[in-house]
């Protein structure tokens, strides 16, 4: 069965910390891994795509990793506007999406 | 804007009684999916349709029924057999089955049962 996983549960950091959230998957046909950000009462919102392991995609702080088992989504110098939740979702051949249950992030002035 | 529409954002139901939540695209999506939302869970599917006049069930479908009788619209409505109901439900489309492509979500309707 396809599955999602993802790590930590939660994360507090102090404002510039580095660290990175993971995201593990047992996919058959993986045709795409997606990055979103979730805030409170609201949508996700789309991050990044990956499509094959070695793939890196960036965004302002934020860059998103792909191998063959697991994506990081690594968090350079966050700041309070990037707490969230950050969620992670596969795409299989059916386009059929799975996703995992988020890291929720805080980052503290 | 091209964006995907949620109404309504609150909604409060009576025990019994059926509701229906809209979602409206405007991306010219042909897939378009209902996920239900609860604490601690990941988003779990409801129904999707890949295409106009066509949808299946998802994982827990079950108390929910869909209908796709335009592109732009894929209304959800919750039946009184829905034993749990009270949940935030978000609409998402994506570009279609031939195509990978990533899902975009409206703002979510909170539906709570009193």
């Known amino acids: 069965e396809d599955q999602v996983t993802q790590s930590p549960e939660a994360l507090r950091l102090q404002e510039g910390e580095s660290s990175s959230l993971n995201c593990s998957y047992t996919?058959?046909?993986?045709?795409?891994l997606f990055w979103y950000r979730q805030d409170p009462g609201k949508g996700p919102e789309f991050l990044f795509t990956?499509?094959?392991a070695g793939e890196e995609k960036e965004k302002e702080r934020l860059k998103a990793t792909l191998t063959k088992k697991e994506s990081f989504l690594h968090i350079t110098a966050p700041k309070p506007e990037d707490s969230a939740t950050y969620l992670c979702?596969?795409?299989?051949?059916?386009?059929?999406?799975?996703f995992g249950t988020g890291t929720s992030l805080t980052v503290i002035p | 804007d091209g964006g995907i529409t949620q109404s309504p954002k609150y909604l409060f139901r009576k025990e019994g009684q059926n509701v229906t939540l809209s979602c409206e695209q405007n991306?010219?999506?042909?897939?378009m999916y209902w996920y239900r939302q609860d604490p601690g869970q990941g988003l779990r599917l409801i129904y999707y349709?890949?295409?106009?006049?066509?949808?299946q069930k998802g994982d827990i479908a079950e108390g929910y029924s869909v209908s796709r009788e335009k592109k732009e619209s894929f209304p959800l409505t919750v039946t009184s057999a829905q034993k749990n109901p009270t949940a935030f439900y978000l609409c998402?489309?994506?570009?279609?089955?031939?195509?990978?492509?990533?899902?975009?979500f409206g703002e979510g309707s909170r539906l709570t049962v009193l």
């Open positions: 998402a489309s994506s570009i279609g089955r031939r195509n990978t492509g990533e899902l975009f």
């Open positions: 996919v058959s046909g993986l045709r795409g």
């Open positions: 990956l499509y094959s």
């Open positions: 979702a596969v795409q299989d051949p059916g386009n059929q999406f799975y």
């Open positions: 991306l010219n999506h042909d897939a």
């Open positions: 349709s890949q295409i106009v006049n066509d949808f």
